[in-house]
């Protein structure tokens, strides 16, 4: 395992049914979350946010101005804060919960536990680390990823209102219903949580150390490389996944 790099092409043993459960959990997640973010932004409308922006700047400012963009934001960020979105942190709450478990469940079969069920029964033996996050956990990685969500997105209708040439509503309304920064954001959560559930699992299992993998490809960040290259690592000192959005490392046992 020193010398290994995960090749996603050609993964062997327990890696094969791990990863493949990884890879289906993520998108998931991100169905279930996206759906959410869609429905709590059908009937949201930034009619308000261009009124409030357009009151602040006047039409004089040249579409490409820096403080025209970052005044369009703010005025967006205004309505976005302003609404509860109750399905978007629930279906983050589930997503977190779930990568949680599924973490530990890999964690488990990598440390040559038996097959646990990622959402079945816990097992009857008594373990160190916890299968489960807790409601606090659960509910601050929501209300993060939220909130780092909502400010990526109203930056970026921001500037798709301040850059508009015909109809700035309607171009930074498109920004919503796209929802891209709610997925990176969401895939950033699941990340960090099947992460804290492996190690987690690691606890438990009383191993000391574990290594960073790389995906083993061309796509291989500098960041993710340099990681892999710094292990093995304190169990409780080790990196934290995720790197990046859309991350495909994980970490193992030493």
Do not use: F
């Amino acid at each position: 395992m020193r010398d290994a790099t995960l090749q996603l092409r050609s993964l062997m043993g327990a890696w094969r049914p791990v990863y493949a459960r990884r890879l289906a959990l993520h998108a998931t997640a991100e169905a279930v979350v996206m759906a959410a973010w869609r429905a709590d932004v059908r009937r949201l409308d930034l009619a308000s946010a261009v009124t409030a922006w357009r009151a602040a700047v006047g039409e004089a400012a040249e579409p490409q101005d820096v403080h025209r963009q970052q005044s369009a934001a703010g005025a967006a960020l205004a309505v976005l804060t302003a609404r509860p979105w109750r399905r978007t942190r629930g279906a983050l709450v589930l997503a977190a919960r779930r990568a949680h478990r599924a973490g530990w469940a890999a964690g488990h079969r990598l440390t040559g536990g038996s097959h646990v069920d990622d959402d079945g029964p816990l097992p009857g033996q008594l373990v160190l680390g916890a299968p489960e996050m807790s409601d606090d956990t659960a509910d601050a990685t929501a209300a993060a990823t939220l909130a780092a969500a909502l400010g990526a997105t109203a930056w970026r209708s921001g500037r798709a209102m301040a850059d508009s040439a015909d109809d700035p509503q309607r171009d930074a309304e498109e920004v919503l219903d796209a929802g891209l920064d709610m997925a990176l954001a969401a895939d950033v959560a699941v990340s960090a949580a099947y992460g804290a559930g492996l190690l987690s699992a690691y606890l438990g299992a009383g191993a000391g150390s574990v290594l960073w993998l790389t995906a083993g490809d061309g796509r291989v960040c500098e960041r993710c490389a340099s990681a892999e290259a710094g292990g093995p690592y304190n169990l409780l000192a080790s990196p934290r996944l995720p790197q990046h959005p859309r991350c495909r490392c994980v970490l193992a046992p030493a």
